[in-house]
């Protein structure tokens, strides 16, 4: 049996690989290990008890307020000594973390084969969004399997020199993982006011810290107090980051809830629920065609552009106006939120994990 170890840091890691991490252990020619570097705590464990998954090893990393450097350095020291008692044959990690960056570069030193789930998203901009556009491009440096969610995924592969036959285009398994739970009827659990029109808000990139978040919360202040007729929904990040401006400039407003970050269920039902989203997450900007909702992104750019490209995600920036302006378009013009709020899926059919998984099994070590 082939011992392979899926390693998992933060929240979208434990969902993305879920599905995975599922499928691998259904396989009777793999021992599949799960690796919880618990890069978050609390988040991580709340979407382990959802997909009934309990890590074999837990490195219990996080600490308050983290700075990348001593996390870097944390997560290598420990992952040095787990490669070496544990020798998997391979090592299996999703997306743009640092996690993900951390077990690339031990892999590499321990000389183990790495699989690079959600491989290939670039926007060619080492500091946007930072520092994960350098973690991808390390883990791409390294990895032996590139499972990239698009065909344009594959091609910023190519044009980096990855040979062909080491990329396999799989779709993302965010969507396999939204399929598993989406027709469960989940319920969002927080009591909402159906009489109005609910923006669900999500905000946590490092580089919209400082004045970009404050400038997304006075929008989020600006569009409430000029539409009696809406409700936020805002599962704050418990970075500290956001936390602590998010409670100070938004924390006293009737038609503003904030709350803990939610569950993947009652999450995937705001989604549902939502008429709109405003969003800085990778994730979301993935699921959300998925359900048919639109979403403004407050970033300056994405290296999801092909949601972008299909019409049904636009980018406006951590921007105060552009923010307020193309919020108000949506809710004002039925014809330009009819635009937006289209089901487009360009991320998966829902078996990307499926794929993944008959690749690792066919490999002969
Ligand atoms: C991390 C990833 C980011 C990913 C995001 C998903 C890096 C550098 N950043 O960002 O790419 O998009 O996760 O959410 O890899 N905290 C808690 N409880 C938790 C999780 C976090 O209290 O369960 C707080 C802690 O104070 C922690 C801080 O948030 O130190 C930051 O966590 P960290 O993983 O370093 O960064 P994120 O902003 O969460
Ligand atoms: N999510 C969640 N609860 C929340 C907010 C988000 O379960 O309160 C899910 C969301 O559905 C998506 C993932 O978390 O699958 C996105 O995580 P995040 O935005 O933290 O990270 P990113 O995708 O930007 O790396």
Redesign the pocket.
Known sequence: MKKIICAVG????A??MAPVILALKQSEHINCKVLATAQHRD?LD??FDIFNIVPDFDLDIMRPNQTLTTLTARLLLNLDSIFHSEKPDAVLAQ???TTVMTIAMACFYHGIPFGHVEAGLRTGDLSN?FP?EMNRVVAGKLAKWHFAPTERARKNLLNEGVDENDIQVTGNT?ID??HSVVDSSPEIGIPLDSSKRLILV?A??RENFGEPIKEICRAILHLVEHNADIQVLF?V?PNPNVHQIAHELLGHHSQIIL??????????A??KAAHIIL?????????APALGKPVLVMRHRTERPEAVEAGVVKLVGPVFENIISETQRLLDNPYAYKQLARNISPYGDGKASQRIVETITKWKI
């Open positions: 933060t929240r979208p890691e969902i993305k988040m709340q979407v997306g743009d973390t969004p994960e965010v993982a939204l999500t946590h990139r599962p990040h709350c803990d970050p939610l569950g993947y269920l009652p999450f995937v705001a989604m969003s800085d997450s990778g994730g979301v900007q993935e699921e």
